[in-house]
């Protein structure tokens, strides 16, 4: 296995939720012990539906996934938090804030991935939820952003159930997508 990078802990790592809670989720930063409890996500055909790998592998693009997270915290771009299931060390998925460039806009996005265990049964909204109202209260924004498959049905219950709107179809990442949205 390659060896994953991890960021010093002494950075400052702006929009991390760093041991928040929701009613049944702890919140902290993704370690290098995470990846092979994250890596069945990555081998699911119908999470990674939405998700373009391109020729990597999958765990090409699992470490480069974990890559990105450590430049996201390196650089105070936010980035995912690990959710555990309280009262326990399991990791069920992610949810964090993410700095993104939109039509040469930034933007802050709430982002959740779930590992398909844990699909319907309300985690992905607790803790999208949770990154809401933690970004409006610590005032980061006075809009949050959600970029979603247009066939991600699921991903799309969840920010309406927080109160976003779609705005508008847009092309992120070379990927076609919409744009969910919702103001302080």
Request: some cysteine; charged content about 25%; aromatic content about 12%.
């Given at each position: 296995?390659?060896?994953?990078?991890?960021?010093?802990?002494?950075?400052?790592?702006?929009?991390?939720?760093?041991?928040?809670?929701?009613?049944?989720?702890?919140?902290?930063?993704?370690?290098?012990?995470?990846?092979?409890?994250?890596?069945?996500?990555?081998?699911?055909?119908?999470?990674?539906?939405?998700?373009?790998?391109?020729?990597?592998?999958?765990?090409?693009?699992?470490?480069?996934?974990y890559e990105k997270q450590w430049h996201r915290y390196k650089n105070n771009w936010g980035g995912m938090n690990a959710l555990l299931l309280k009262?326990?060390?399991?990791?069920?998925?992610?949810?964090?804030?993410?700095?993104?460039?939109?039509?040469?806009?930034?933007?802050?996005?709430?982002?959740?991935?779930?590992?398909?265990?844990?699909?319907?049964?309300?985690?992905?909204?607790?803790?999208?939820?949770?990154?809401?109202?933690?970004?409006?209260?610590?005032?980061?924004?006075?809009?949050?952003?959600?970029?979603?498959?247009?066939?991600?049905?699921?991903?799309?219950?969840?920010?309406?159930?927080?109160?976003?709107?779609?705005?508008?179809?847009?092309?992120?990442?070379?990927?076609?997508?919409?744009?969910?949205?919702?103001?302080?």
């Open positions: 296995m390659k060896k994953v990078l991890v960021p010093s802990t002494k950075l400052a790592m702006r929009y991390l939720l760093s041991h928040q809670e929701s009613e049944r989720l702890l919140f902290r930063p993704i370690q290098e012990t995470d990846f092979e409890a994250w890596l069945p996500f990555f081998k699911s055909t119908i999470a990674m539906q939405h998700w373009p790998m391109g020729n990597l592998t999958i765990e090409e693009y699992a470490h480069q996934w009262g326990t060390t399991t990791l069920i998925g992610h949810a964090g804030l993410l700095t993104q460039k939109i039509d040469n806009k930034i933007e802050l996005e709430v982002a959740y991935s779930l590992l398909p265990n844990y699909w319907k049964k309300g985690y992905a909204t607790e803790a999208a939820l949770k990154c809401k109202n933690f970004a409006f209260e610590q005032g980061y924004c006075q809009k949050l952003v959600a970029i979603i498959a247009p066939n991600n049905t699921p991903s799309i219950a969840v920010a309406k159930r927080i109160g976003m709107k779609k705005e508008k179809r847009v092309l992120f990442q070379e990927v076609i997508a919409d744009l969910y949205y919702i103001e302080r």
